[in-house]
Every structure is written in structure tokens, then in C-alpha cells.
């Protein structure tokens, strides 16, 4: 796949300009999963554990409550936070085998309990994750997350210390591009437990909604005509390390433009790619594929009946940009 991307400058400095003067809404920010009351120890191990489990959730829902992904998963975590469930106490974790984990894992992503009504698969891999996840805690750090944090010195980058150094030892966060990391980081500073002092080492969040988004805008060009095939085409690929690379550097130029801080493009463009731009674009059918669609949630607008990035984006008016779709890959980075 190398050499076969292109960033498209020209479309990020548009893009970027386009939403320099959009705002986020400020009750976004105020949702329980952010300002639930509980002890510390308890907060950290909800917000480590959901983001741990975070990938490639296609098909986790709850219908009647109309949850689809991570706002499931972010459900089901406030619970048990508020809950102070002792599945969350410092080191619990070791007490379950993978299996019981897994069946516990299963239990709670159920509508009615059961644990073969469950949504959420790959249950022992996310079920490893989070043991491996507990064990290294417990023999780095104590079992307190809140030792972790502060030999972090809130920064990312430590002399081997910071959050990116430490936290990719884990398998869970193992990502070379530090997306499940970054984004544990943006939920503990919105929910005011750590205020990263070296906001300039922050590797933008790129999951499979960004990545498309960008493709179809043409923020980032495919220029080989076999991959661009494979993503119109839904063919499974290898890897997607350079896709997603131009994808973060794009995302590097619009943030530069808009004023925007880099972790808050998340809220733009994974909202967008989510509800607006999925497998029935809003451009062409007029309608979000998300009931409330999450972007309108998100982004403070009076009115949302058509796409905001029609005068930016390629996809719009060419089909072939419109077309495309996020690589396929079996990952756990994201």
C-alpha cells in the first residue's frame, strides 16, 4: 500500500476553515458519563476499562434504548461507576478467569441480561484485554490507576513516564498511532481528571468513520487504482497504517486552520462519519442514518437538514469520492 495515498492540502485548509467557527455544545460535556460522583479509583477504571474494549463495534446495540457503539458501551460503564459495581475495584479483574470474564462481558451488553442475547463479540479478546490491562496496573502501579497518572506527570511524553510511554506496554492500547490512548486522554481532561501539559505531542484520534470521511471529502486522495478499488469495493486489506497516517496528517492541517484542539476534531468528524456520511450519505438521501442524528448533538447548530461540508467536499458532486469506504481490517487499535 505504500505510495499510494496522497494528502490533499488545499482540501484540509478549506475544511479546516470551514468549521474554524463552529462550536461544540457545552451539555455534550455534561453527560453523566463525564461528571458522575464517585470515588477516584472508581472513575479511572470506568473510563480505562470502556476505551480498553473499544473497537471495531459494529454491531454492539441496544435497540429498545436506541444505543448503538460506544454510546453503549458508555452506557453500561456510567452504571457501573454509579453503581460502584466491584467489578471495577482496584485488581477484581484477577478474580475472573477469561471465560467468566468473557460471560460476564456478555451479561452486561445484553438487553435483558442473558448472555446469549448479547451484541458485543470478540468477548474474549476484549475479555484478555482487560485482565492483561488489570495485571499490568497491578504490577507497574500498585492496582491504583491514580499512581499511574501521576508518574505521568500529565504529560505524554516522559523520559519513558509519559501516558504514551507507559500505556503502550498494554495490549489493550497497543496502537502505534495511540488512538485508543488519546482518546482515554480527551475523556479524562472533559471530565476534569488531568489536564495533559504537552498538548503538542497529541497524535490525533483516527478510527473508521474519520478515515472515511476524509476519503470521501478528499482530504486525503487515493492514488492507486487497485486500493481504491479494494475500499469502494469493501475488499479486506492487510493494513491500513498508511491510510490512517494521512488521515492524521490531514487532521494535523485542520486543526492548524481551524483553531480547533486537535482531540476536538473527534467530535466534528467522528459525529459526521457516523450519523451524516455512512452508508446513506445526507447529501444524497436526505436524512441521517442516526435518530437523533450524534453530529446535531454534538455540534451547535440551529438546524441540520444538509450536509455543512457540501462546498468542501468531493464526494458531493463525484461518485467515485462518495464511494469509498474505510479500509477493511481486523484491528483492535481502533
Not at 467557527?21 to 470506568?46: H, I, K, N, S, W
Not at 454509579?82 to 471495577?88: E, F, H, I, V, Y
Not at 476524509?214 to 469495493?233: K, Q
Amino acid at each position: 500500500m505504500k505510495n499510494s495515498t496522497a494528502v490533499n492540502e488545499t482540501l484540509c485548509k478549506a475544511t479546516g476553515l470551514l468549521i474554524r467557527d463552529l462550536r461544540l455544545r457545552e451539555e455534550f460535556y455534561q453527560r453523566p458519563f463525564l461528571t458522575t460522583v464517585a470515588p477516584v479509583e472508581m472513575r479511572l477504571r470506568g473510563y480505562f476499562y470502556s476505551v480498553a474494549v473499544c473497537h471495531q463495534t459494529y454491531h454492539l446495540q441496544n435497540a429498545a434504548l436506541g444505543l448503538f457503539g460506544w454510546d453503549y458501551l458508555e452506557k453500561v460503564f456510567t452504571q457501573l461507576v454509579q453503581d460502584q459495581d466491584p467489578l471495577l475495584e482496584a485488581g477484581n479483574l484477577n478474580n475472573f478467569s477469561k471465560d467468566e470474564l468473557a460471560l460476564k462481558l456478555a451479561m452486561l451488553f445484553s438487553p435483558d441480561g442473558k448472555p446469549e442475547n448479547t451484541t458485543l463479540d470478540r468477548l474474549e479478546e476484549r475479555a484478555q484485554m482487560l485482565k492483561e490491562l488489570d495485571e499490568f496496573v497491578s504490577a507497574k502501579f500498585s492496582s491504583s490507576l491514580a499512581h499511574l497518572m501521576e508518574t505521568t506527570r500529565s504529560r505524554l511524553m516522559n523520559e519513558d513516564k509519559g501516558f504514551y510511554e507507559i500505556l503502550s506496554a498494554s495490549s489493550a492500547f497497543s496502537d502505534p498511532m495511540k488512538k485508543k490512548i488519546t482518546f482515554l486522554l480527551k475523556l479524562l481532561e472533559e471530565a476534569g481528571m488531568v489536564n495533559i501539559i504537552d498538548k503538542q505531542n497529541f497524535i490525533p484520534i483516527m478510527d473508521y468513520h474519520m478515515q472515511r470521511v476524509l476519503l470521501r471529502i478528499g482530504c486525503v486522495e487515493v492514488t492507486d487504482p487497485y486500493l481504491h478499488a479494494s475500499l469502494i469495493n469493501h475488499v479486506s486489506l492487510e493494513s491500513d497504517e498508511e491510510i490512517r497516517s494521512a488521515c492524521i496528517e490531514a487532521f494535523r492541517i485542520i486543526a492548524g486552520i481551524s483553531g480547533h484542539a486537535v482531540t476536538k476534531l473527534n467530535d466534528f468528524f467522528w459525529s459526521l462519519g457516523r450519523s451524516c456520511c455512512n452508508v446513506q450519505p445526507l447529501c444524497q438521501f436526505h436524512r441521517c442514518e442516526k435518530e437523533p442524528c450524534t453530529f446535531f448533538q454534538i455540534v451547535d447548530l440551529k438546524e441540520h437538514k444538509d450536509c455543512l461540508f457540501t462546498h468542501v467536499c468531493l464526494g458531493f458532486t463525484h461518485e467515485k469520492y462518495r464511494k469509498l469506504w474505510q479500509p477493511v481490517v481486523v484491528t483492535h487499535y481502533y
